[in-house]
């Protein structure tokens, strides 16, 4: 294994996952980390945890046990994958766990940089933008657990880090990789706050950081990294290969981000929304979304996605964690359901439904597949199941009619 790569989130890691496989490498996500070394022939593995929203203390241990797993596999460099929207709070995980890596590895610098331009996702001036919004004003900001109200990255990571957060703008990024590298020698900063706007500036700054020993972002740093390892003659060539799966397909989402919500409402097929109120009552369980999913002809869709009003209200009523805890059951159950009567795709909504979704399924690794969107690959889960398992805020209006199709295709 030469990449090693840790991700906070099971969408997350497959998005790093479709990057690297386009990029050339052979690449298998492991759902948390493994108790056997890895197959043989794996070029980049990736350990995608559920580690995003838990306490800083947890997720640096789960990090770390990740970390020392993939060096154990003989990787040479490590990257450590969050969301493209740098999902946290100023109390959060990304700056601990990052510096946890960074203390482990021996690192002197860290570059962290989110940007994912083919998703809309840009860093200017150390600011993180979504589209032509920033990302306080792109409704990131009314996320129900990791609410991002600052765009400016050097403000929000340096409330993470005992360290100093130094920038490399972007008019260093664009002179490329040597002016990059040159960027970096002359900061005194241990954190590096990378702008980025073009899949070309993520392709410098990959090269650019050869031979750190931690790298940090979104999936799109991901883009430059297999290059160093190609150049030497290190890559087999073998990524690749996909087989469809027939069968029936269901959609469960529980994102309330503005582009899950625009897919919810775009929907053709049978649609169950789940009142958050409702399920907190028992009025709904898993069993009811189950067997009306079975009933249904088409693409069915079970889905608790609402307006951050509605939301926020529930929170208030019953308590964030408890509202995050019941609505994660209700789609671990009814997932585990329907895969066992008979559904072999499934299309998830959300990070926090889709880690919650994986841990039920609990499959040891999963094979990437072709693209069904930026940053969202088909998934082999097993011989008879695959998924698709999508970031809240990524695809397009039709996005599960067009996970739907992928999933039943062969490459």
């Not at 990029?23 to 559920?50: F, H, N, T």
Request: hydrophobic fraction near 45%.
């Amino acid at each position: 294994m030469l990449l090693g790569c840790i991700g906070d989130d099971f969408t997350g890691s497959s998005d790093l996952g479709n990057t690297l496989t386009k990029a050339g490498m052979r690449s298998v996500q492991y759902v948390g980390v493994p108790d056997r070394p890895a197959e043989a022939g794996v070029e980049a593995g990736i350990v995608a945890l559920k580690s995003r929203s838990l306490p800083v203390a947890e997720a640096v241990r789960q990090s770390l046990a990740a970390l020392d797993w993939l060096m154990a596999q003989g990787c040479e460099q490590i990257l450590f994958k969050y969301c493209s929207t740098f999902d946290s709070t100023p109390e959060g995980n990304i700056g601990p766990v990052a510096e946890a890596l960074a203390d482990r590895l021996g690192a002197e610098q860290v570059i962290f940089c989110p940007a994912f331009p083919a998703a809309g996702r840009t860093v200017y001036q150390g600011h993180l933008f979504v589209g032509d919004r920033l990302l306080s004003e792109s409704g990131m900001e009314n996320h129900p657990l990791t609410p991002m109200t600052d765009p400016d990255l050097r403000r929000w990571l340096a409330r993470q880090v005992q360290g100093e957060v130094g920038h490399v703008a972007a008019a260093q990024v664009f002179g490329g990789p040597q002016a990059i590298r040159a960027a970096f020698a002359a900061s005194g900063a241990r954190h590096l706050i990378c702008d980025a706007i073009r899949d070309e500036d993520l392709l410098a700054l990959g090269r650019a950081a050869q031979g750190h020993p931690l790298v940090t972002g979104g999936s799109g740093i991901a883009m430059g990294l297999p290059e160093a390892f190609r150049s030497a003659g290190r890559l087999s060539g073998a990524a690749g290969g996909w087989r469809g799966q027939k069968g029936r397909a269901v959609v469960l989402s529980g994102s309330c981000s503005n582009a899950t919500r625009g897919q919810v409402a775009a929907h053709a097929g049978p649609s169950l929304p789940v009142r958050i109120e409702a399920l907190m009552a028992d009025e709904i369980t898993s069993r009811c979304a189950t067997e009306w999913s079975l009933a249904q002809e088409g693409l069915p869709l079970v889905y608790s996605s609402a307006e951050p009003e509605a939301v926020r209200a529930a929170q208030e009523r019953f308590g964030r964690e408890a509202v995050a805890e019941k609505v994660e059951g209700f789609f671990a159950e009814s997932a585990r359901a329907l895969v066992a009567h008979g559904v072999t795709r499934l299309i998830t909504a959300g990070g926090e439904t889709s880690g919650a979704v994986v841990e039920a399924l609990a499959p040891a690794a999963l094979e990437i597949g072709p693209e069904i969107a930026p940053g969202v690959p088909c998934l082999r889960a097993g011989p008879d199941l695959v998924l698709a398992l999508k970031s809240g805020n990524f695809g397009g209006p039709d996005f599960f009619a067009e996970a739907e199709a992928m999933l039943g295709r062969d490459a």
